[in-house]
């Protein structure tokens, strides 16, 4: 069982739709990071959390330590929006990033 | 300011060939990442910097894969010779420094193999 774990894998949306994506994770973190990348594409990151919630735009981005689950959430939904999504943890005292398997998201006009 | 900075965005080689691949880190990070990235699966950590000590290389193949940081800046990745599922997404990142708190990684565009 992999350490981070997303859902769903694949998704489709029309434009205008609410989307979530979820991240579940295994250990314990100091921070979960929530990533982008456009097909050829670089990865970008969206967002770094310890605790509670961040929104950036349309963007919306939380966490539930106890839970140990995170979501991302986009509103009004576009096709530019299309990428897939990458959860990412730091576990608890290291440098590193665990990686999910990514959301791969396509908004249709 | 400049991102990382990775080239070349694409490479195509046969078999048994050597290939390089480089990485400049945003200015004024000290820890630089090379990551491998097979399709559909999310990146995988071959090699950690920290200035110019490698302080993670235990998941580098060592038999074919050598990396190299002179000055603590510019790096270096290399496959010698390569094979054919060394095909994959190269790709460098950098952060600030390796203080353990999930610091952000800034990652480049990456570097696509082809190998014949």
């Known amino acids: 069982k992999n350490e981070v774990e997303q859902s769903p894998q694949n998704l489709t949306a029309q434009e205008g739709e609410f989307i979530t994506i979820n991240c579940s994770y295994s250990v314990g973190i100091s921070a979960l990071h929530w990533l982008q990348q456009h097909p050829g594409g670089g990865i970008v990151s969206l967002f770094m959390?310890?605790?509670g919630k961040k929104k950036h735009g349309r963007l919306i981005a939380t966490i539930n330590i106890q839970e140990k689950h995170s979501s991302l959430h986009i509103t009004a939904s576009h096709p530019r929006d299309s990428a897939v999504y990458i959860c990412?943890?730091?576990?608890?005292?290291?440098?590193?990033?665990?990686f999910g398997t990514g959301t791969r998201l396509k908004v249709l006009a | 300011e400049a991102g990382v900075v990775q080239s070349p965005r694409y490479k195509i080689i046969e078999k048994k060939q050597p290939v390089a691949f480089w990485c400049n880190p945003i200015?004024?990070?000290?820890?630089l990442y090379w990551y491998l990235q097979n399709l559909g699966q999310g990146p995988e950590l071959l090699i950690r910097y920290e200035n110019e000590e490698a302080v993670d290389d235990s998941q580098l193949p060592k038999d074919r894969f050598s990396a190299e940081r002179l000055k603590g800046v510019d790096s270096t990745l290399k496959i010698q010779p390569a094979e054919l599922g060394d095909s994959a997404v190269y790709l460098c990142a950098s952060s600030l420094g390796d203080l353990g708190r999930g610091e952000t990684q800034y990652f480049g565009p990456g570097t696509r193999l082809l190998v014949l």
């Open positions: 200015s004024g990070h000290n820890t």
């Open positions: 959390l310890s605790s």
């Open positions: 990412a943890v730091t576990p608890s005292g290291t440098y590193k990033y665990i």
